[in-house]
């Protein structure tokens, strides 16, 4: 099972990065996908999360309307277009899988992509 994330980098204040997060050895389709985030001193933020049922996705206030998840089950594939990006939003940012069933739920994790926005 791996989640791979890629995409982080360098942007400056008000710029836009995609983040990408490939998974493989398991069915992403039958997941919830979501992004976490950690910043160095920080605790751990959720920041999205994709629904496996109607494919909604719930965001954190601090990304509402500036961050949007798409997900390609195909491809098993999930995203992250980050637009007017703040130095707040740096961070590691990891994907995560779950899928719960009766009395245990699963959990995946990527490694991470390091996000720095700064001039």
Known sequence: VQLQASGGGLVQPGGSLRLSCAASGFQMEYYDMGWIR????KEREGI???????????????VKGRF?????????????????????DTA????????????????????????????
Do not use: F
Request: aromatic residues 10%; contains cysteine.
């Open 48 to 62: 999205s999360c994709n629904s496996k049922n109607d494919g909604s996705t719930k965001y954190a206030d601090s």
């Open 92 to 119: 590691v940012y990891y994907c995560h899988a779950r899928k719960r069933y009766i009395g245990r739920t699963v959990d995946y994790w990527g490694q991470g992509t390091l996000v720095t926005v700064s001039s």
């Open 68 to 88: 949007i998840m798409p997900r390609d089950n195909a491809k098993s594939t999930v995203y992250l277009h980050m637009n007017n990006l703040k130095p707040e």
């Open 38 to 41: 950690q910043a160095i001193g």
